[in-house]
């Protein structure tokens, strides 16, 4: 008697579930998840019909199709940096997940890119594609062809991205590659204040018609190259719409074929990005023993954990991200509006609370290995020692960096009569935040996940680090009131002679600050210790 067999459904159809399989089941893990998912849906559709919108009303003005292949040149480089910034962002986007599955690189390849067309963000691709073609498309050709950029450039895109991660994946997933993903994260931060720089010149300049000569460039690079067909098309030059199209199709075939070969070798070679050579026998390292930071470092408990801080900073992926993006966007945005001309010393106190902030959720950035940590506090005294050496660790940083920022911006501003009141109310509010963030830490910490490149809460603890950093940073603005009413009665009163005064006292209010908050939060810190080890500890 033989036994009726039900039809293998397709590898492809798999994958599609699959995919759909994870995005339900990670919005089913908590209540915050499935809110942000929904909202990242809806302000992304808000987003992309308002470009949409604005693409159509452009339809017709002679720098339409300039501005139309910008963008799909822009969401394309978008889609290949992506991997770069969140290679944890997607569990799909993971090729060495199914390294272990008996699959052939040519079926998984097009299961894989069909099963990546399906999420918020091809959705959006194709809906700014479609707006880009409305944007250019005139008469039959043109339509035609319009019919077929949308769809290949929306499979360009996502065939770009999963390309891009293959090749790199076992780097991006290993220590050096969230580095290297740090490092990422500075160039975006340079690069959008350059491009908000870029924006304004241009409106200086005189309009679109500046777009002129990188919309001829980038018209020729897929996937905008399908725009740029189906705008030549529109014109009458269909020789030009052909090579175009034909060169954005060649390029979805090598990308394709560039992918499948990083499968091959993902599938095939030895993990290797992580094996590190063995030290020399002779070379002694610096790190087991005392080197110069632990000459330079007071002795006793408050060097110890000066020490132990600031080596968290240079090796811990997440703390290093933390800092480098506080003191890159700390010196970026009063820079920046420096050179733009509308800018003010008072920028410089975006330094102080950017670098402030850090000070928060103090025992959340050591994690599990916390409870190492507790093992050394039983009294008020032992947490006040603990608090104060992790400040004096931050402020070893932040102040002087502090000084620099506000001293470069006066230079490049020319405005040194501002310096010495402009520094006291920065030092101010670093003071504040400072003392705010050991309170903060007391009683309101939190998780930071370390097995995910793009989570900084652990699932449940949304609210206590809203109401840490916020509650912090409101704390903090009401703190530098005194200081802001000072600076605002001596500049109303005419009393510029004075205002030299708000160094010193910004300095020593700042100081006392950071005194005050360290008082509050050891006693809290001592009581509280079996509660912030279990929070530190979650997921």
Known sequence: ????????????????????????????????????????MVFGA?????????????????DAGTVAILLIGALALGWAVMPLFIPSGDETLDPSRLVMLPLRPRPLVRALLVASLVGVGPFLTSALALGAVLCVAHGAAGTVLAVLAVPLTAVTCVALSRAVAAANIRLLTSRKGRDLALLSGLVIAVGMQFVNFAAQRLGRAGGLESLEPAGAVVGWLPPAAAIGAVDSASRGDYAVAAVRLLLTAAALAGLVYWWQRSLVRLMVEPDGSTIGAAPDAGVRDESAGSGLLARILPGGRTGTVM?????????DPKTKAAWVTALAIGLIVPLVNAFQGAGSVYFACFASGMLGMLMYNQFGQDGSAFWMVAQTISTPADAYAELRSRALALLSVTLPYTVLVTAVTAAVLG????????LGLALGLLGAMTGAGAVTSANFPYSIPQDSGYKNVAPGQGGLAWMSILGGMVTAGVLCSPLIAALVYLHVSDQQSLLWLLLPAGALYGALLVLAGLRLAAPRTAKRLPEILAAVSKG
């Open 415 to 422: 405005d040194w009569a501002k310096l010495p009141e402009a």
């Open 46 to 62: 808000v987003f992309a019909a308002g470009v949409v919108l604005a693409l159509v009303l452009l339809r017709g003005h002679q």
């Open 307 to 315: 020490e132990r801080s600031l080596r968290y900073i240079w090796r």
């Open 1 to 40: 008697m033989s036994a009726a067999t039900s039809p293998v459904p397709s590898l492809t159809s798999v994958f599609v579930r699959l995919k759909l399989s994870l995005l339900k089941n990670g919005l089913r893990q908590s209540g915050g998840r499935t809110a942000a998912y929904i909202l990242s």
